[in-house]
């Protein structure tokens, strides 16, 4: 059972920037297999996907955090990031990672039922 750890949330103005961590554990196969990715939720709101990183390291993201979120991951350290710059107020929500063992990945798989596990999240507030 794939275990996943979120951290790294907190509260900043905007134009600021955090690193969120995903820390892994109980991988049945090979951690680069999985495709792995950030979505983010605001209460009363669906899901959105943010980025993903398939097994061949391709990264993909929503239009609305292109150019300003990096997604990275670390198969030694069973690690997955996702580095925020520029933030804007509309970044605000929990922020979750999620992962599965499959080929096809990107922000609207990750933020879909596809994905075998998620974590418990972690809050980013960003003020104006």
């Known amino acids: 059972q794939v275990q996943l750890v979120e951290s790294g949330g907190g509260s900043v103005q905007a134009g600021g920037s955090l690193r969120l961590s995903c820390a892994a554990s109980?991988?049945?196969?090979?951690?680069?297999?999985?495709?792995m990715g950030w979505f983010r939720q605001v209460a009363g709101k669906e899901r959105e996907g943010v980025a993903a990183?398939?097994?061949?390291?391709?990264?993909t993201y929503a239009d609305s955090v292109k150019g300003r979120f990096t997604i990275s991951r670390d198969n030694a350290r069973n690690t997955l990031y996702l580095q925020m710059d520029s933030l804007k107020p509309e970044d605000t929500a929990m922020y979750y990672c999620?992962?599965?063992?499959?080929?096809?990945?990107?922000?609207?798989?990750?933020?879909?039922?596809?994905?075998?596990?998620r974590g418990k999240g972690t809050l980013v507030t960003i003020s104006s």
């Open positions: 999620a992962a599965a063992f499959r080929l096809s990945c990107g922000p609207t798989v990750v933020a879909g039922n596809g994905m075998d596990y």
């Open positions: 109980g991988y049945a196969y090979d951690p680069a297999g999985y495709c």
């Open positions: 990183i398939g097994r061949d390291g391709t990264t």
